[in-house]
T-cell receptor
Framework: DAGVIQSPRHEVTEMGQEVTLRCKPI?????LFWYRQTMMRGLELLIY????????DSGMPEDRFSAKMPNASFSTLKIQPSEPRDSAVYFC???????????FGEGSWLTVV | DAKTTQPPSMDCAEGRAANLPCNHSTISGNEYVYWYRQIHSQGPQYIIHGLKNNETNEMASLIITEDRKSSTLILPHATLRDTAVYYC?????????FGTGTSLTVIP
């Protein structure tokens, strides 16, 4: 079975540009999570969805970040405008039920120059 | 959710058992102990979880003390591919929050 699929795997963009990261959760999973990982802050939970509805976005750093889940098989994390401090690895994860074991994708490596 | 304390780093000889400790003295009755690992440049990988009883799967064993205040993840025969950061997480109602983990290095 396919795991969580993220795209792009790597992106380099210039400061001020819009960045869109994409995630396809594991089929049948109804909870989806976006994490960010940096050397300084480790793995941080940004936002999670249950049945396509955002439940907790308290980890979203600021208004430049937004996330959507238009259907059960697709989610996006958008940064507009991007800044160098947004450079990080962004992970998407999914689970069946928000309290159960979560499975991660391979991450999207973002560099903002 | 209860916080966890792990040593920042450990070494283990290849072929030997790797025993990774985790303290979670404030764990409550309905909170599970989860272990994940993250190999460099990859997403975190689920290993095992348990509530009270010891658990074993094809990857590892999880030993939880009777008072549940600590646990140990055991990799029975460590290989070089087990070099990774290992995260111990206590999870109840809230979501998975990752600490700094233990960086395990398996030495040839």
């Amino acid at each position: 079975d396919a795991g969580v699929i993220q795209s792009p795997r790597h992106e380099v963009t210039e400061m001020g540009q819009e960045v869109t990261l994409r995630c396809k959760p594991i089929s049948g999973h109804n909870s989806l999570f976006w994490y960010r990982q940096t050397m300084m802050r480790g793995l941080e939970l940004l936002i999670y969805f249950n049945n396509n509805v955002p439940i907790d976005d308290s980890g979203m750093p600021e208004d430049r970040f937004s996330a959507k889940m238009p259907n059960a098989s697709f989610s996006t994390l958008k940064i507009q405008p991007s800044e160098p401090r947004d450079s990080a690895v962004y992970f998407c994860a999914s689970s069946f039920g928000q309290r159960n074991t979560i499975y991660f994708g391979e991450g999207s490596w973002l560099t903002v120059v | 959710d209860a916080k966890t304390t792990q040593p920042p780093s450990m070494d283990c000889a290849e072929g030997r058992a790797a025993n990774l400790p985790c303290n979670h003295s404030t764990i409550s009755g309905n909170e599970y102990v989860y272990w994940y690992r993250q190999i460099h440049s990859q997403g975190p990988q689920y290993i095992i979880h348990g509530l009270k009883n010891n658990e074993t799967n094809e990857m590892a064993s999880l030993i939880i003390t009777e008072d549940r205040k600590s646990s140990t993840l055991i990799l029975p025969h460590a290989t070089l591919r087990d070099t990774a950061v290992y995260y111990c997480i206590v999870k109840g109602r809230k979501e998975f929050y990752f600490g700094t983990g233990t960086s395990l290095t398996v030495i040839p």
